[in-house]
């Protein structure tokens, strides 16, 4: 399978502890996102890599919210002291310069904070 | 902040009818659209595109309309089968202002056999 993966699919967690999730892109992309989805809602930007640089975050972003993408490969994306409105669906996805809105979207880490 | 919006939040059809969803944003400095379907369970899946300097591009039984006057956007699916049971998102990007793409709130489609 050549697709977006992402794990863990699902994390539970209490208040206050920190997670980590994993994105893998496809090989040949170099652009990376990440996006929050809860129920009922279209994706929210988070933030967008090109290669291994972290060139945009969007403004709502916490500062407990950080991502890396150490090779220009695969992605992490942490949140510290999490607390219970951090529960989503958080979307990795990955695309070609050229085709910057043609996304593919991995299944997602759902994350549920008790 | 901007906003897209849906004008539908569910849709239901009769398989083999044409469906069409229905999509406003507000930013009219936005250039670039792009619908995508999402079924339970996964995450999205693009559609189709269409630019700015575009009014009408046409995929596989999908065409996508834009009208830049009443800033609207239009997704019609042709022959309509129980497989384009999903949820479908409109997005939008102003390419000069950078790489974020922004979602409306997502349109249900149930395809009646």
């Known amino acids: 399978d050549t697709g977006v993966s992402q794990n863990p699919r699902h994390k539970i967690t209490k208040r206050g502890q920190n997670v980590t999730f994993r994105c893998d892109p496809i090989s040949e992309h170099n652009r990376l996102y990440w996006y929050r989805q809860t129920l009922g809602q279209g994706p929210e930007f988070l933030t967008y890599?090109?290669?291994?640089?972290?060139?945009?975050k969007s403004r709502l972003l916490s500062d407990r919210f950080s991502a890396e993408r150490p090779k220009g490969s695969f992605s992490t994306l942490e949140i510290q002291r999490t607390e219970q409105g951090d529960s989503a669906m958080y979307l990795c996805?990955?695309?070609?310069?050229?085709?910057?809105?043609?996304?593919?979207f991995g299944p997602g880490t759902r994350l549920t904070v008790t | 902040g901007e906003s897209v919006g849906l004008h539908l939040p569910t849709l239901s059809v009769q398989e083999g009818d044409n469906s069409i969803i229905n999509c406003a944003y507000s930013n009219s400095a936005s250039d670039y659209f792009i619908w995508y379907k999402q079924e339970s369970g996964k995450g999205p899946q693009f559609i189709i595109d269409?630019?700015?300097?575009?009014d009408k591009r046409q995929g596989q039984r999908v065409t996508v309309l834009l009208n830049k006057t009443v800033k609207h956007l239009s997704l019609q699916i042709a022959a309509t089968q129980p497989g384009d049971s999903a949820v479908y998102f409109c997005?939008?990007?102003?390419?000069?202002?950078?790489?974020?793409?922004?979602f409306g709130t997502g349109t249900s489609l149930t395809v009646i056999p």
């Open positions: 890599f090109q290669n291994e640089a972290q060139l945009e």
């Open positions: 269409i630019r700015s300097n575009m």
């Open positions: 996805a990955s695309s070609l310069d050229m085709r910057a809105g043609e996304q593919y």
């Open positions: 997005a939008e990007n102003e390419r000069h202002a950078g790489n974020q793409f922004y």
